[in-house]
Structures are given as C-alpha cells and as structure tokens.
C-alpha cells in the first residue's frame, strides 16, 4: 500500500526541519517549501494527498495560498499550522476547507493524528482551541477580519507596503474614490482610527504578509 504523500509549507527553518523529520516517519513527504507561491506550484507538480502549511508566510499566506489551491485540486486535504491562538485565525482556516488546525507548540504531539484525521475527511482542531470556539459559539460575534473580502486584503496589503491611495489605485485598476472608499471601511470594520493601527490588526490577524518597513 503506497504511502500518503505530503507537501509541507513553512517559512521558519529550524521549525520546518522539525516538522519535516516529524512527517517523514509516517508519509512520503513530496517537498518542503517556504511561502505560499512555491506551494501552488509544488502541488500542481506532486498532487500531493495533503498538504500541511503554516499560516504565515512571504509572498502569500496559507490561507490565500489554499484558496487558490481548491481551484484546481478541491479535493486535497489540509492541515494549518500557526503560532495563534485567537479563534479568528480557525475561523479563517475552516472558511478556506482546512480539516486541521495545529498550533505549533504542540505540532510534535498533534501533527500526525491531525494528518491522519484529515485523510480520513475529519476535522481536528488543537484542543486548547476547543473551548475558546464554544465560548464563541454561546454568544461572541466572529471578529470582523473574518468578513474582510478579498479585494479588501489585496488593498490591506498595498497600505501594509505602503503605497499610496493613487499607486494603489493604479495597481488594481480602481479609482481613487474606491480605494478611500475601502480604507475607511476596513478601518470602521477593524477598529482602527489610523493606517499604523490598521496595519497593526491586519498583521495581528493575518490579514497581511510581512508589510515592508514595519
């Protein structure tokens, strides 16, 4: 019976050996990229059976990475990894199909039952997780980054790099108005009374990568 093939995406490199080692016991892992481009291109070219990917990364975020990822292989299983804790971040990772949450401290304990619940069509979420969500689910609202859309993002990560309003505009062939018009609202929706605290939640929250010079 063939092994399971995994693709492992994650940009921290001692964390990455470790959790390469850690794979290797059990499934065939296909490769080891470090952000979300290499990703899409290594599972078009491994079609790998899951794919374990950190939420933060250069150039794409996991996340983002994975979206685009079901375009083509909807059917593939997915594993998130992330150093946070905050319940937006798995609402985020359910919303984009991710069957695994894992926070990374304990990935040596979790990431092969997360696997193989994946494989298996389950959902497995890091149990510290669990009763955050319930409490959620007696009464919070989600946190608003989860409505954040994706031309919102793509705006988000323009203002993070600091361009201004016209170079963005420009980048995205959308007038001026519009780009002020979604600056104010991602600021109403995020809380934020300026662009250094705008960049500071969508940084807190994943809604960007690596903004430039911050």
């Given amino acids: 019976m063939s092994r399971v093939r995994v693709l492992l995406a994650d940009d921290h490199r001692i964390v990455a050996e470790g959790l390469r080692r850690l794979l290797e016991h059990e499934f065939e892992l296909v490769d080891l990229v470090e952000d979300g481009a290499a990703l899409l291109a290594a599972a078009q070219r ?34 998130f990894l992330t150093m946070h804790r905050d319940p937006a971040y798995l609402e985020r990772a359910r919303a984009a199909g991710g069957l695994g949450y894992v926070l990374k401290h304990s990935a040596a304990a979790e990431l092969v039952t997360a696997v193989n619940e994946a ?88 809604l960007v990568d690596r903004p430039s010079d911050f």
Avoid: C, W
């Avoid at 031309?151 to 309003?165: C, P, S, V, Y």
């Avoid at 170079?167 to 995020?190: G, N, P």
């Fill in 119 to 206: 494989i298996a069509g389950r959902e497995y979420v890091t149990p510290a997780l669990i009763d955050a969500m319930e409490e959620r689910s007696d009464g919070e609202s989600p946190h608003p980054s989860t409505q954040v859309t994706p031309r919102q993002r793509e705006i988000l990560q323009l203002i993070a790099d600091g361009k201004l309003t016209k170079q963005i505009a420009a980048e995205l062939a959308i007038s001026d108005r519009t780009v002020e018009f979604h600056r104010l609202k991602l600021r109403q929706m995020l809380g934020a009374r300026t662009t250094a605290e705008l960049i500071r939640v969508a940084l807190r929250y994943g």
């Fill in 46 to 79: 491994h079609e790998p059976d899951v794919v374990v990917t950190d939420i933060g990364m250069p150039v794409m975020n996991g996340i983002d990475a994975v979206i685009e990822l079901r375009k083509t292989r909807p059917n593939v299983a997915v594993v």
